[in-house]
């Protein structure tokens, strides 16, 4: 019986299909997330502290990419600082400011001071791509003095960033 | 028996077969206008499907015949009050189009890949022919010109597909993203002018090289394939100052007014991806060169064609992966780069929405190095007397396979909300270690220095060192390649236990101990093998065939790690069309899944692999013997 033979050129397609698919099927296998652009968020001016608690905690998981880098709660070896805690750590981080100064430091001018074991790194937070409003940062704050301490701030809070305008790039975010 | 002529039965049914084939072909001619015709019928279909959404006025008869009716002044009154509306409306030009059925983005992702597929093939191929042709010309070996033109065969009809494809994307680009389109014109308009020029150039060199063949003294020759890879390294250069401008902005105003072409142009990830590009086109053509011969070799009737494609697939292939081993130290200096113009952008690409991706990148990567491996290995039952070093491969085998493993490990595990509880966490108490760069750093290193290893085992087969100092000489050797493995596996574990400041920085000195091992290991092996005494000649062709479709898998797997590759460079600005500066508005801003971008990367490399198919096959006409005309009655 003659034995069927396999045109060349349909063994190679099969070939390139079945490779081109395999690796189709590697891309289903990892974890699907569609990442939406952010969502315009609304402060409204009678917002209590405890509401900017709430958008503080949103912002830090969407908008402000904070937690791309930060971590709650894990030890180990970190790229940048844990934040658990970091209510209490804040108060004397920094001598001579309080801690919605230092929180208010770090997003403004985070390269003002490292924290001692890493690199900077943090972006200025009023700037693009990121581009948090005043009142987004306070809430920011709102929710990392709950992180081990209690929230304190109100929209009518300032501190010296407050107001001024985002510093320019210079060429890079 | 034989037939009234004397001519055999078999003889007189293959002359009517013969016969009945020309009453064929005769046919064949209508083809070509029947597929013109086809196409003329499609394109006036198109047409008048547009037209029909337009508003047409009725069948009416002459005036003169017919009075006009109430209906009719109606009808008049509206067109008229229509069109001074039309008119009084002001200009307003559109941010965005939208195209059918898959989007805006996804059409502008397929054509943008293609073109920078073939314009990776057309760039790369020319750079090996090139130096392929200078071997030739040193050794005086006419195989190597013979090796060099059949690649630059497959340049013309590529070089055709890249400038449409690049004709087709910019059209693309004006009709479905205007305003950006216009943005990026007013910060690049002074390098147009320079990239028109230089694709002049190009037509130039590249023509005339193909075409000079042969004709001018081969120094002239050669020159004009340095004078093709100079120009055409130039405009790959030039578009790469518009797409890295895309992801690191600089040279702009926080507004986006222009201040600086030349820093928009040099800005943070431009070199990092011409040497990226650079090195990778030269792997990526290598590959589909070596992919051409073995679809040349498993088509070849003679010994001589097989032996010839073999040798031709070989070559190919080693210039793949000879570009392949680098490629990930200049992946890192990009991925360095992009840190440093922006953490939030390099933590987004490691640690966010594109972290996953690399897992699949390390399949892809492993599957490579597994390849390459392999092919080296079948490749030497070429020689004879080669058992002695078959031995080795098993231990070569295991280091890959178990660096494969460390590299395809992810950090975080997917798993239920109780096996996440069981781990204490999303990573693994165990496998987690594996998942940090620590580990996958030494992985990627000591794939490196393993597939050096086989390349090393390749030089040895039918050779045998005769210097006196050979035994010392194969010692060094060894004990270099131990020590740069046991370093980088030593600062490996060694990351484990130190903070992130002093981390970071030990992948220079792991990247550093494999680039010095593998140099010093080669000069010592040049002056070992020096004279040395042959045990075995090379019999190419004499190769299993299936090492043939290993060369055609790793073509397409290079394909679609460029094209996955491609995907996380241009998504890696998310919602920006310029990071930070300016952001996109469009139904598209989202980033897709990473399963959607795999299927759109796979309909790509299918779509690249059926075109340059054609390519192949065009090629392939010049071998051809002419038509025979003495059938034509």
């Known amino acids: 019986m003659k034995r069927l033979r396999i045109p060349l050129i349909a063994r190679i397609g099969a070939l390139v299909f079945a490779t081109t698919g395999f690796y189709t099927y590697v891309g289903q296998m990892v974890p699907q997330n569609e990442v939406q652009p952010p969502e315009e968020i609304v402060v409204r001016a009678d917002l209590t502290t405890s509401g900017m608690v709430e958008i503080g905690r949103e912002i830090m998981d969407g908008k402000g990419l904070c937690l791309t880098c930060h971590t709650i709660g894990r030890t180990g070896a970190l790229r940048f600082p844990d ?16 801690a919605v100064e230092y929180f208010a430091q770090s997003m403004y001018e985070p390269d003002a001071f490292i924290v001692p074991g890493f690199n900077p790194g943090m972006p200025v937070i009023n700037r693009n ?45 | 028996m034989t037939g009234r002529l004397g001519q055999s039965p078999g003889k007189n049914q293959k002359r009517a077969s013969e016969r009945e084939r020309a009453t064929h072909r005769k046919w064949l001619f209508v083809l070509g206008p029947v597929a013109a015709l086809v196409m003329f019928a499609g394109t006036v279909q198109i047409a008048s499907l547009l037209v029909s959404r337009e508003y047409k006025a009725p069948y009416r008869a ?10 009719a002044e109606g009808l008049t009154a509206e067109r008229a009050d229509a069109e001074s509306r039309a008119r009084a409306t002001p200009y307003v030009e559109a941010e965005y189009r939208t195209f059918p059925v898959v989007g805006s983005r996804v059409a502008i992702w397929a054509v943008a890949q293609l073109h920078l597929l073939f314009a990776a093939f057309v760039l790369a191929v020319p750079l090996f022919a090139f130096i392929i042709e200078a071997i030739g010309y040193k050794t005086g070996d006419l195989r190597y010109d013979r090796l060099a033109y059949e690649f630059t065969k497959l340049l013309s009809v590529s070089f055709s597909l890249t400038a ?10 004006i009709i479905l993203y205007p305003k950006f389109t216009n943005y990026l014109m007013s910060v690049f308009s002074p390098t147009f002018l320079p990239y028109v020029l230089l694709f002049f150039f190009e037509a130039f060199f590249l023509y005339a090289y193909y075409y000079g063949w042969g004709k001018f003294h081969p120094l002239v020759h050669l020159g004009l394939g340095l004078g093709l890879n100079v120009v055409g390294t130039a405009i790959m250069f030039i578009a790469n100052a518009w797409l890295t401008f895309m992801t690191s902005p600089r040279g702009i105003s926080d507004t986006g007014a222009v201040l600086s072409v030349m820093d928009a142009v040099t800005n943070f990830t431009w070199m990092p991806i011409n040497v990226h590009r650079f090195i990778a086109n030269v792997a990526f053509g290598g590959s589909v060169a070596a992919a051409y011969a073995a679809f040349k070799f498993l088509q070849a009737k003679t010994d001589e064609e097989r032996a010839h494609y073999d040798w031709m697939g070989y070559i190919g292939n080693f210039v793949a992966i000879i570009a392949f081993l680098p490629l990930p130290f200049a992946g890192y200096w990009l991925a360095k780069e992009i840190y440093a113009y922006s953490q939030t952008l390099g933590l987004q690409m490691m640690g966010g929405a594109f972290s996953w991706l690399f897992i699949i990148q390390a399949v892809l990567i492993g599957n490579l190095f597994l390849a390459a491996n392999y092919y080296l290995w079948l490749g030497m039952g070429r020689v004879e007397g080669v058992q002695p070093l078959q031995k080795f491969i098993k231990y070569l085998l295991i280091a890959i396979a178990l660096s494969f493993m460390v590299w395809a490990t992810p950090r975080s595990i997917i798993a239920t909300v109780s096996e996440i509880r069981a781990m204490g966490g999303s990573a693994h108490p165990v496998l987690g270690f594996l998942g940090v760069m620590s580990a996958k750093n030494t992985a990627v290193n000591v794939l490196i220095l393993t597939t050096f290893m086989s390349f090393l085992l390749y030089r040895r087969t039918g050779k045998v060192a005769t210097v006196a100092w050979a035994k010392t000489g194969h010692a060094a050797q060894l004990t270099i390649f131990a020590a740069a493995a046991l370093f980088v596996i030593f600062l490996g574990v060694y990351g484990y236990f130190v903070e992130a400041t002093v981390r970071i920085r030990l992948s220079v000195p792991q990247v550093g101990s494999v680039l010095l091992a593998m140099a010093s290991i080669t000069a010592i092996d040049i002056f070992l093998f020096h004279g040395a005494r042959k045990t075995g000649e090379v019999r190419w062709g004499r190769i299993p065939a299936i090492s043939q479709y290993v060369l055609i898998f790793i073509a397409v797997t290079f394909t679609w790690l460029m094209g996955l590759m491609g995907y996380v460079r241009s998504g890696l600005r998310q919602h920006w069309h310029v990071y930070g500066v300016v952001r996109d508005t469009s139904a598209d801003a989202f980033t897709p899944t990473l399963g959607f971008a795999t299927q759109v990367v796979s309909v790509t490399v299918l779509l690249f692999f059926l075109l340059i198919g054609f390519v192949f096959w065009l090629s392939s006409l010049h071998e051809r013997p002419d038509f025979d005309r003495s059938g034509i009655s």
């Open chain 2, 62 to 71: 002459p005036a003169a015949t017919v009075d006009e009716t109430p209906r």
């Open chain 1, 129 to 173: 791509p990121i581009g948090l409003t005043d009142e987004e940062i306070l809430c920011v704050i709102a929710y990392l003095q709950t992180l081990g301490g209690t929230p304190t701030v109100t929209l009518q809070t300032t501190h010296r960033y407050k107001g001024a305008p985002a510093p320019s790039s210079g060429g890079r975010p």
């Open chain 2, 164 to 173: 449409t494809f690049g004709a087709f994307l910019t059209f693309m680009l």
């Open chain 1, 83 to 98: 934040l658990e805690g970091v209510a209490v750590t804040a108060e004397s981080r920094v001598p001579g400011l309080n």
